[in-house]
């Protein structure tokens, strides 16, 4: 199975900042097949990112998704008080589909 | 705009079999692979498996022994059964939903998620 790894786990930013949050692959990830979700406690995540830059339906355009291969970022450029959530990415292109362990991003 | 609601035992204890239902409104359950998804307390999410209304299914193989799935599509029901839990069972479990076409394994829909706790 393909593992994911999130960096940082904890990302400590201020609103109005960039946030980079990074997901490595342990293998080629194929076709691009990556997903970023936003979670919020009590609540289901949302699907952000998918096909690794695509944004899905309804998805602010300060969010943007980038990479190939086995890196891949989510880049949120001027955080807003919404935004801070822990992100997991996902892959689908090859089964058992993995998520990362997530990426906390908090209010400095 | 499909919607999912989840249902089931929020409480069981060690070796029972956990059984949940998730409702698909809106719309048919033709078109999707519906899966089940969990988070453990304090940890991130883990794929259970999927189930498509035709009976395609795929499984995660650290889970596939005591796992089982259904799809009802004359009640548009998804049903998660999950045999012998032990705690490390207890999490929160989502209905999930993605398009069954090449290339579409992101999951679009989601319920609200059940939390379920195994306690002797």
């Known amino acids: 199975e393909i593992v994911l790894t999130q960096s940082p786990g904890t990302l400590s930013l201020s609103p109005g900042e960039r946030a980079t949050l990074s997901c490595r692959a342990s293998?080629?990830?194929?076709?691009?097949?990556l997903a970023w979700y936003q979670k919020k406690p009590g609540q289901a995540p949302r699907l952000l990112i998918y096909?690794?830059?695509n944004r899905a339906t309804g998805i602010p355009d300060r969010f943007s998704g980038s990479g190939s291969g086995t890196d891949f970022t989510l880049s949120i450029s001027r955080l807003e008080p919404d935004d801070f959530a822990v992100y997991y990415c996902q892959q689908y292109g090859s089964s058992p589909w993995t998520f990362g362990q997530g990426t906390q991003v908090e209010v400095k | 705009q499909l919607q999912l609601q989840q249902w089931g035992a929020g409480l069981l204890k060690p070796l029972e079999t956990l059984s949940l239902t998730c409702g698909v409104s809106g719309g048919s359950v033709s078109g999707y692979y519906w899966s089940w998804i969990r988070q453990p307390p304090g940890k991130g999410l883990e794929w259970i498996g999927e189930m498509s209304h035709t009976g395609n299914s795929n499984y995660n193989p650290s889970l596939k022994s005591r796992v089982s799935l259904s799809v009802d599509a004359s009640k548009k029901e998804v049903s998660l059964n999950l045999n012998s839990v032990t705690a490390v069972d207890t999490a929160v479990y989502y209905c999930?939903?993605?398009?069954?076409?090449?290339?579409?394994?992101?999951?679009?829909?989601w319920g609200r998620g059940t939390l379920v706790t195994v306690s002797s």
């Open positions: 096909g690794a830059s």
């Open positions: 999930a939903g993605r398009r069954a076409v090449s290339g579409s394994g992101f999951f679009d829909l």
């Open positions: 293998q080629r990830v194929s076709s691009s097949y």
